[in-house]
């Protein structure tokens, strides 16, 4: 059993940053990968990145390649989403989600746990 819960989202303007917090707690935050995901309104879960159980792989979407970075601390239960660059079409609800499987996968029906989300809204 793992709980998730996110923070640091907000309004930002076009070219700002974010940074998204996740804070875990229930089984051992080191064994399993962490992964992030958006939902914007009326559209699917999107993948944005995951990063391994030890945070020494990291594998992004296209569309954050190079404005995002996945990094987690695993004596504090944390992952974190540093957003930089942000662009109006990255307004969404962010998921941080949990992956057992410990390989690091992309599709949101892989994941094991969720957060309930927190909001990011990137104006023009």
């Known amino acids: 059993q793992v709980h998730l819960e996110e923070s640091g989202g907000g309004l930002v303007q076009a070219g700002g940053s974010l940074r998204l917090s996740c804070a875990a707690s229930?089984?051992?935050?080191?064994?399993?990968?962490m992964g992030w995901f958006r939902q914007a309104p009326g559209k699917e879960r999107e993948f944005v990145g995951v990063?391994?159980?030890?945070?020494?792989?990291?594998y992004y979407a296209d569309s954050v390649k190079g404005r995002f970075t996945i990094s987690r601390d695993n004596d504090k239960n944390t992952l974190y989403l540093q957003m930089n660059s942000l662009k109006p079409e990255d307004t969404a609800v962010y998921y941080c989600?949990?992956?057992?499987?410990?390989?690091?996968?992309?599709?949101?029906?892989?994941?094991?746990?969720w957060g309930q989300g927190t909001q990011v809204t990137v104006s023009s």
């Open positions: 229930g089984r051992t935050f080191s064994s399993y990968c």
């Open positions: 989600a949990a992956d057992f499987s410990g390989v690091g996968r992309t599709a949101a029906q892989d994941y094991d746990y």
């Open positions: 990063i391994s159980r030890f945070g020494g792989a990291r």
